[in-house]
């Protein structure tokens, strides 16, 4: 069965702190990547995704994330965060077994950016 | 921007009572589905319609839980009767038909069972 890893359950940062949140999958064939971000009271929302080409997705914010195919992962990063950052961040997978788009989500890591 | 709505936003029940959640889905997106997010951890499946059909609902306690989508458009969720575990964020998203769409999610219907 496929499973998602989030390493890091909670990270502080300071404004302006480099980010990197780590995302492992287990599942040994083709694979849509996602990562997705829930703000305080809102909904979760797409914040980017992989699914072919450049291992290297830009999404929204400034945020960016590297498929490594070799080591299962998927990290989310940013050079630089901002305050407004502070939210919950997910990693799903979308195992390509059947057309179903189920999506399988890690954990969550929960960022807080103090100014 | 279309959004997924769902209602209520919070609900509060005691145990052995019946709850039930509602979702409308983005116009267009042939594909629903409903996840359950326990505080501190992601969202897990519930249930995925295709249409009015059920694709999937391996992880559904089908003992107390029940879903449906009779015209293929909204949806509706229901515990019957509710227990203390129940008690979680029930997020309902919607996507159109096909491997590897962008799956839309709703603010999410909180249940608290006491």
């Known amino acids: 069965a496929q499973s998602v890893s989030q390493h890091n359950h909670h990270v502080i940062l300071s404004e302006a702190a480099s980010l990197e949140l780590g995302c492992n999958y287990s599942?040994?064939?083709?694979?849509?990547l996602f990562w997705y971000v829930q703000y305080p009271g809102q909904h979760l929302q797409l914040l980017l995704k992989y699914f072919s080409g450049d291992p290297l997705v830009k999404g929204i914010k400034g945020f960016e994330a590297e498929f490594i195919k070799s080591k299962f992962s998927f990290n989310l990063r940013k050079p630089s965060v901002q305050w407004s950052d502070t939210a919950e961040y997910f990693c799903?997978?979308?195992?390509?077994?059947?057309?179903?788009?189920?999506?399988?989500f890690g954990t969550g890591t929960r960022l807080q950016v103090f100014p | 921007e279309a959004e997924v709505a769902q209602s209520p936003r919070y609900k509060i029940t005691e145990k052995s009572q019946a709850v039930a959640f509602w979702c409308d889905p983005i116009s267009g997106h042939a594909t629903l589905y409903w996840y359950r997010q326990i505080l501190g951890q992601g969202p897990e499946l519930l249930v995925q319609f295709q249409d009015e059909s059920v694709v999937d609902d391996s992880q559904l306690p089908k003992d107390r839980f029940s879903a449906e989508r009779l015209k293929g458009v909204d949806s509706t969720l229901k515990i019957q009767p509710a227990e203390l575990g129940d008690s979680a964020m029930y997020l309902c998203a919607s996507s159109f038909t096909g491997s590897g769409n962008t799956i839309y999610f709703g603010e999410g219907s909180w249940l608290t069972v006491v």
């Open positions: 799903a997978v979308n195992a390509i077994i059947t057309n179903t788009d189920k999506l399988i």
């Open positions: 599942y040994g064939g083709t694979v849509n």
